[in-house]
């Protein structure tokens, strides 16, 4: 049998609890999703305000089809490229302050496609052991030698710095993807200048929903190009629709059109996703009162959670973390080396919209998972090798079109469905 080594490895996957399977979900995305005939409260999206089924994003859509067609008919650089990708790209550079911005058609090529044209052999790379499973991909493709440093952890960080030659390149997820915590992006870009090393940070999960403005995290830390030159953000998320970008000086985004394989070798993004796009950056723009709703949730969450003695995780730094235990909020935040280089007015400030649950052991945050379906709520269980070795999670995230019933309905939820672990734990 051609695979029945494969099938040996599904078993194990299974007998560990890391068997992965999908949902299939009938209704549009939303808070409210329609999954095997039932109606199931949803906590665990990426669409963080609500724009993915926003009537003016999808109307923008339906519009730019009938204009535009389905097709984009080839790559951006041979008869791809539309008005709408071009009009798009200058209001993200405008709503990034930045010279320039390139759109990618996902993240994940994004990363690939800036980390590989930036180095080479000679090179040298450093990654948070936290980041994105793309960022640490672009990282092993560009040939360039490859550290990882401990989470947040700029004076482990410059223990590799100083090793190293070639160009070199610090790159982090803005808000972490599975911890909802801040990257300390003030001491890393400090850091990156006296090494004389580039700057890159993906905020997938900040931009749009962090800052007065939805600029994400560096508007928070009140960062420029200068600061950190290179800057990705994804749109499938808290934009709502798909498709991702760069944005940095006009010699970044040149080379990148001239050097990036996955912008020069694949299809362009509808026009039509674009134009949804456009819409709803308008709304980003103009509605602060989703992030400010969001961040309303998540506080209450956070608040609930601890009553109930579940282990969240700290938004100042995880430096505290290790591989198999963390710390609880109270000891993190007396910690002063946490908060080394942070200038943070007050810790509830830096409440993103992700605010996992920590369990531990994978199989466990399956039954917790399945026993919150059960009970109506879909929340995701995270496992290795996404997360760290024992490390399996519930990762909660929150909608800015949640209300607070919501929230403590999930609450009551989690309290019967964790009853058993917490006796056991
Ligand atoms: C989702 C995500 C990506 C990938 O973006 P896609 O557009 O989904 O491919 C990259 N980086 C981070 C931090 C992400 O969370």
Not at 44 to 63: E, I, M, Q, R, W
Not at 76 to 98: D, K, M, N, Q, Y
Not at 155 to 176: M, P, Q, Y
Request: charged share 20%; glycine share 10%; with cysteine.
């Amino acid at each position: 049998m051609a695979f029945s080594r494969f099938r040996d490895n599904l078993e194990v996957l299974a007998a560990q609890g890391l068997y992965r399977s999908r949902r299939v979900i009938a209704s549009p995305q939303g808070i409210n999703l329609q999954i095997d005939g039932k109606n199931i409260i949803n906590f665990c999206s990426n669409d963080y305000l609500g724009l993915a089924n926003h009537p003016s994003v999808v109307s923008a859509f339906k519009n730019a089809a009938d204009h535009y067609g389905v097709g984009s008919g080839s790559a951006h650089l041979i008869c791809g490229h539309s008005a709408a990708h071009h009009a798009l790209e200058e209001e993200l550079a405008a709503f990034t302050g930045r010279d320039r911005a390139l759109l990618f058609s996902t993240g994940y090529m994004a990363n690939i496609g800036v980390i590989s044209a930036l180095l080479g052999r000679e090179d040298a790379v450093f990654e948070d052991r936290l980041n994105h499973a793309s960022l640490l991909d672009g990282g092993l493709l560009s040939g360039a030698r490859f550290k990882r440093y401990a989470h947040a952890d700029v004076e482990n960080l410059n223990v590799h710095l100083k090793k190293a030659t070639g160009n070199k390149l610090i790159v982090t997820d803005g808000v972490f993807s599975m911890d909802g915590d801040f990257a300390p992006l003030q001491a890393l870009s400090v850091t990156a200048k006296a090494a004389d090393a580039w700057l890159m940070v993906d905020d997938a999960h900040g931009l749009g929903v962090i800052g007065e403005c939805g600029g994400g995290l560096l508007e928070y830390y009140g960062l420029n190009q200068s600061d950190v030159p290179v800057l990705m953000g994804t749109l499938g998320k808290g934009f709502g629709t798909f498709g991702a970008f760069i944005a940095g000086s006009d010699v970044l985004i040149e080379t990148l059109i001239q050097k990036a394989r996955t912008y020069i070798y694949t299809t362009a993004l509808p026009a039509a996703v674009a134009e949804a796009t456009r819409a709803s950056l308008k709304i980003v723009i103009a509605e602060n009162w989703r992030r400010d709703k969001l961040k309303k949730l998540a506080e209450r969450f956070r608040l609930g959670a601890a009553q109930l003695g579940l282990q969240l995780i700290n938004p100042i730094c995880d430096k505290n973390l290790n591989s198999v235990g963390w710390v609880s909020d109270s000891v993190a935040q007396q910690t002063d080396e946490c908060a080394a280089g942070l200038r943070y007015a007050n810790p509830t400030d830096m409440t993103s919209a992700i605010q996992p649950i920590i369990i531990g052991d994978s199989q466990r945050a399956v039954e917790i998972s399945n026993a919150l379906l059960n009970a109506g709520f879909l929340v995701s269980a995270i496992r290795p090798p996404t997360v760290p070795q024992g490390s399996a999670r519930l990762r909660v995230t929150f909608s800015a079109l949640h209300e607070e019933h919501h929230v403590n309905r999930l609450l009551d939820a989690l309290d019967k469905a964790t009853t058993g672990h917490k006796a056991q734990g």
